[in-house]
């Protein structure tokens, strides 16, 4: 038994396309971003309103006093977990969450497929801060980490040699949604699309590499999306 054990520890254990752990179809991390931006739905408008003042990113200082230009840097994070009061936006986003998680975090591994969904809600903030937007707009909601994982499912498909035309025109039909609706951070929806790219590009280029240079590439982009972000902040505060 003792030889078998050692020759059990010289085996690699089973890896995703992308570097992750195989763990079948668990997708334990899609699962727990519904579960918790549901129960911040409920916080938010049945336990207390406050909730949503306190952690929603705005661009008008004078509507919510706790705003990002007031040295609250995890808005931009926080604010990706809660929705508006219409049920369609959590529903919508949740639905597109569920839907495409479903296959990319089988794919990715629980970690990278975090990461992935984590810088694209960041990146949207980033977009939503960064590029012109209406006074007084506030940007809330899951869309901009969702547009994330529309750009990384482009990316991993065109990776896999699979079909992506139809990611292309779902992409194409939801930012125009975002563009010609009103009360719509397009923005948002911009920053994540093209930091889930990135990130997808870089867990793709680095999937035969030593697992360091794949956490050293997400690491670079990390860094490159909180960039943006203090200087959002800087500018915000000037």
């Given at each position: ?9 010289g ?15 668990d ?51 926080t ?44 990146g ?5 801060t ?35 035309g ?73």
């Amino acid at each position: 038994m003792d030889c078998v054990a050692e020759a059990n520890r010289g085996v690699r254990a089973p890896r995703t396309t992308f570097g992750g752990a195989v763990r079948g179809r668990d997708t334990a991390v899609t699962k727990t971003v519904v579960v918790v931006c549901a129960l911040m739905y409920l916080a938010q408008f049945v336990v207390d309103p406050r909730v949503y003042a306190y952690l929603v990113l705005s661009n008008q200082v004078s509507t919510y006093p706790w705003a990002f230009s007031a040295g609250n840097y995890w808005q931009p994070l926080t604010s990706a977990f809660l929705h508006a009061p219409t049920p369609i936006h959590v529903l919508f986003n949740m639905y597109a969450l569920w839907l495409v998680g479903q296959y990319l975090e089988p794919l990715l591994g629980r970690a990278r497929f975090a990461a992935l969904y984590l810088l694209s809600a960041l990146g949207g903030a980033a977009g939503a801060t960064l590029l012109p937007m209406t006074a007084g707009v506030s940007t809330v909601g899951a869309s901009g980490a969702v547009f994330g994982l529309f750009g990384a499912l482009f990316v991993v498909n065109r990776h896999l040699g699979r079909q992506s035309g139809q990611v292309l025109a779902l992409v194409a039909i939801n930012f125009a949604i975002g563009v010609f609706v009103p009360g719509i951070s397009w923005q948002a929806h911009l920053g994540g699309l093209v930091t889930g790219a990135a990130v997808a590009a870089v867990l793709a280029r680095t999937r035969r590499s030593p697992r360091l240079v794949q956490v050293a590439g997400l690491g670079a982009a990390a860094l490159v999306v909180v960039a943006l972000l203090a200087y959002a902040a800087a500018r915000f505060t000037l």
